[in-house]
């Protein structure tokens, strides 16, 4: 509990160097030290009555205990316990004790339409100074206390990041990325081996001089807190992530920093820079001027300083915090302007993949793909100038969903490309200049390949082969096999394609996957997923996508599908699995590529595998 203390009021240098000064005496300081010297109960001089209430606190958290449930044990202890103890007795009480160690967190009331914050310059207002609504809830009667409309939670980052360095194991782990770091070029292991972190460093030689300046990532999603996918309600966290730690820990949730949890009932929108303000401007106070902060490894005092590098979301958030629309002919924000898309029925569809292949690949001479050769080259890579100047152009727009102010809808304007604002995060004074701005993270990416291909295969309600794509399919002129046609009848006929599996393999496929055995802990029960009639495979979570992408699909459709489809789904698999660096290889980069499609290859499980006698595994072992 001291080094808590030490953190909760820090020393100064001179303190720390161990110069001679009087000690100056802080009340707060000294109430913690009672609590702390305090007996559990009298003649209890092993475990203090604060540090019982830590732990106690902290079993419910890891045993997810209800409130309620957690005031009848400590009423239960309390009566249990000698008289005279010091165990509160209800979960207000607990709480209570324990804010005086710090790590709170803010209340910050917003208006009902997202149009600002009651912060700071508006802390004092009664009526949002945009739209004019109350900030409270309104009663008939007019009395009682005041509730705000809504509540965001905002939990300050500065006190953790400095709590980080009280302990002298974790001070020790925030400068890894500078002393623990792989020494071999091209091999990736940690974002301090990629090329913006070392871009950010080469722009920024001050801030990157000391190592215990602490580099961020910010991931945000929605998610539905009460269980109860029936009640329509988002809630929004905003985590950081501290890049100074080692691999090892700095994807451990116990690492993670919640810095901002942003209230329902539907997700912010084009307004989530409304809720990021109060981490902006403490970033923007980390970046700028630093905070004193005492290292326990070394026993010094230095001014930490904290940036943020980029996000980390789904591509939906990703259009909220970038403020580049995930929607309309120019959605992709890497190809910018030059954004190749055609209108199909019913939706916005994105071709032009085959830019980014070889000149000379032969899928770019294929014309069955949209009835062209594909002789364009890769879309050109826009630089930080000129996204800067793009979103310098942009007019600013009223804040929040009101239908009088915010939520007017506005036409968007050719010069404007597909922004919609401009992020905050520009305010930030390196933010402009970071290559690297926002990443897509590759859960959502690979769940929505493996569903979509599942569906697409076992032709269910997930399928991408709908009659809409047959009628595009005629529309493009290509695949005139695969077109909707008459009959005799004057029925329209659905013909089969040779890449969706026929009710009879669908069943032996389903089987296929019921069959397999994986080691306890490797994925869930894959078993459970199949469908009772054993035609449909439902229900897959983010890692049954992953293991069914990189250790099923490819070896389950080679026996059912025709060999040029099962071919392109097991390059596919191929590709993302093998044609990378491994993550924790010590060997010096090589680099690899696959020769195993130059030739074909044998069906698997094909003829009558049998035991090799002695002459067999003499030649084997030669």
């Known amino acids: 509990m001291i080094p808590i203390l030490e953190d909760f009021f820090p020393s100064t240098t001179e303190d720390v160097q161990g110069e001679d000064e009087q ?22 001089d092993w475990i203090s009555s604060l540090n019982f209430l830590a732990k106690l606190l902290h079993l419910k958290v890891r045993g997810k205990i209800p409130n309620n449930i957690f005031e009848e044990l400590l009423k239960l202890l309390k009566f249990a316990f000698p008289k005279e103890n010091n165990i509160p007795s209800t979960y207000y009480e607990a709480k209570k004790r324990l804010k005086k160690l710090g790590l709170g967190y803010d209340n910050i009331d917003v208006c009902l339409y997202n149009c600002c914050l009651f912060y700071k310059e508006n802390a004092s207002k009664e009526a949002c100074p945009v739209c004019g ?22 939990f300050p980052l500065t006190p953790r990041l400095k709590r980080l360095y009280s302990s002298r194991i974790t001070a020790k782990s925030m400068i890894w990325h500078h002393t623990g770091k792989s020494k071999d070029d091209g091999v990736l292991r940690h974002p301090v081996d990629g090329l913006a972190w070392k871009d950010f460093d080469a722009k920024h030689p001050e801030f990157a001089r000391d190592p215990r300046n602490v580099r961020l990532g910010l991931a945000a999603d929605g998610f539905n807190p009460f269980g109860n996918m029936s009640l329509a309600y988002s809630m929004w966290p905003v985590v950081l992530a501290n890049y100074n730690l080692p691999p090892w820990l700095c994807m451990k949730d116990n690492y993670f920093l919640l810095s901002t949890l942003i209230p329902g009932a539907k997700s912010p929108g084009k307004d989530m820079d409304i809720f990021l303000r109060p981490l902006v401007d403490e970033l923007k106070e980390l970046w700028n001027n630093g905070v004193p902060t005492r290292d326990s490894s070394t026993n010094s005092m230095f001014t930490m300083r904290a940036a943020l ?15 580049w629309s995930g929607q309309g002919y120019k959605a992709c924000p890497t190809c910018n302007e030059d954004t190749t898309s055609i209108r199909v029925i ?5 071709v032009g993949h085959r830019r980014f292949l070889p000149s000379n690949h032969a899928m770019r001479r294929d014309t069955r793909f949209d009835g062209k050769v594909e002789r364009r080259p890769p879309p050109r890579r826009f630089t930080c100038e000129e996204i800067l100047s793009q979103v310098n152009a942009l007019e600013p727009q009223i804040p929040g969903h009101h239908e009088n102010f915010g939520g007017v809808k506005r036409r968007r304007v ?12 520009y305010e ?35 399928s991408k082969d709908t009659t809409n794509a047959r009628h595009d399919l005629k529309k493009m002129g290509i695949r005139e096999s695969l077109w909707i046609y008459e009959d005799g009848n004057g029925r329209l006929m659905k013909p089969h394609a040779p890449y969706v599996l026929t009710r009879e393999k669908r069943q032996l496929f389903c089987q296929f996957v ?17 469908s009772p009639d054993e035609s449909n495979i439902i229900g897959l979570k983010s890692h049954d996508c992953h293991v069914i992408m990189q250790r099923v699909l490819a070896v389950g459709v080679r026996k059912f599908l025709p060999r040029d489809t099962a071919t392109t789904i097991t390059q596919l698999w191929f590709e993302t699995r093998f044609n990378r660096l491994d993550r924790n290889e010590d060997a010096p980069s090589v680099s690899r590529y696959l020769s195993v499609f130059n030739s074909q290859s044998l069906p698997l499980t094909s003829g009558i595998i049998k035991p090799l006698n002695r002459i067999g595994r003499e030649k084997v072992s030669v």
């Open 309 to 323: 590098l980029w996000t980390v979301n789904d591509f939906p958030a990703r259009s909220s915090l970038s403020g």
């Open 346 to 350: 019913g939706k916005t569809s994105y």
């Open 23 to 44: 000690p100056t005496t802080n009340p707060q300081f000294d109430d913690l030290f009672e609590e702390i010297e305090a007996e559990l109960y009298p003649g209890c």
């Open 514 to 530: 019921k069959g397999i055995k994986f080691p306890d802990g490797f994925c869930s029960n894959l078993k459970s997923k199949v």
């Open 414 to 425: 050719a010069e404007n490309c597909n922004w919609r604002k401009k992020s905050i995060f």
């Open 133 to 154: 609504t109350s900030r409270w809830v309104t009663s008939e009667n007019g009395k009682g206390k005041k509730v705000p409309c809504k509540v965001m939670r905002y």
């Open 428 to 462: 930030l004074e390196y933010w402009s200049t970071n290559i690297l701005k926002h990443n897509i993270d590759v859960m959502h990416v690979e769940k929505n390949v493996c569903d979509s291909l599942l569906g697409t295969i076992l032709d269910n309600d997930k």
